[in-house]
């Protein structure tokens, strides 16, 4: 996709390739969704929670770079189940982190968080659920019989890491009570809150894929620098609201714009050399982290 810098912002430059990037993965995200809903047995407000928690949208982000990690890898590997389990990670973690006691949103994209709809102790079982949800569809994922013992020992290990202490809930920790501002301090939480989630994705994408095992290290070097790269293009595009706000935990407040757009450049070189190493290139995701260099430099 090729953007005229002439007559479009970098925020804007990153919207239009996000977007167009994403469109088919979002699509392909719902079917796959609706299906597992559809199979529920399980019929309650519970079960409605976390449907709705499901259902408000967004990005699918996350799904999206298994997909196109897998597709690179080998295109009729059928990571489906994989894509779903990140994304009930995530959602789980966003309904948690939206109630009173942490962030206390009520609306989320534009309609009422799930504990508004549903109360607070039925939005955290939903939390509760999907985290569970996403470790039992890990289990369903077909492999092949020499390859799934140990893509199920790693998937599940990562995963467990990437949703409990060492990932987003220590990170929901120390966003809420921060113990230093500095610069490892604000990376330590990015890379917990954000880039926990973004590992396990784009590792999914690889093992389910049939990636190699000896290539998973390089994978999660790539997955915190793009990690990075993403959480401070969106700090500087959220300067503002968050200096209205008061909220302390943004990059680019911390340390400036300008060493904010250093730093995207940075991470972005370093995913783009990992990425050529894995010999992802081909995939959409690089032009997606291509879209963060713009989103400074236009």
Known sequence: MSINPSHISGKEALKEVAGALLAPYQTRFNRVVETYFAGLQEKSALAEACQYAMSVGGKRFRPALVWMVADT???????????????????????????????????????????????????????????????????????????????????VTKASQAVGLPG??????????????????????????TGALFEISLLFGWLFAGGSFDRIDEVSAFAR???RAFQVVDDIDDMEQDAASGKKINF???????EASQAVLFHVAKSLEIAEGLRLTASPLVTLIRSFRAAVTI
């Open 168 to 193: 987003i809930v220590g990170g929901q920790y120390l966003d809420l009570y921060p113990k230093q501002l500095d610069r490892a301090g604000i990376y330590e939480i990015i890379d917990r809150k």
């Open 73 to 155: 890898i080998q295109p009729n590997a059928n990571v489906d189940l994989a894509a779903l389990a990140v994304e009930f990670f995530h959602n789980s973690s966003l309904v948690s982190d939206d109630l009173p006691c942490m962030d206390n949103d009520s609306f989320r994209r534009g309609k009422p968080t799930t504990h508004v709809v549903y109360s607070e102790s039925i939005a955290l079982l939903a939390s509760f659920a999907l985290t569970a949800a996403g470790f039992e569809v890990i289990t369903q994922i077909p492999l092949p019989e020499d390859r799934a013992y140990n893509v199920l020992r790693i998937a």
């Open 252 to 258: 680019a407040l911390a340390f400036g714009k300008e």
């Open 225 to 227: 620098h793009f990690g």
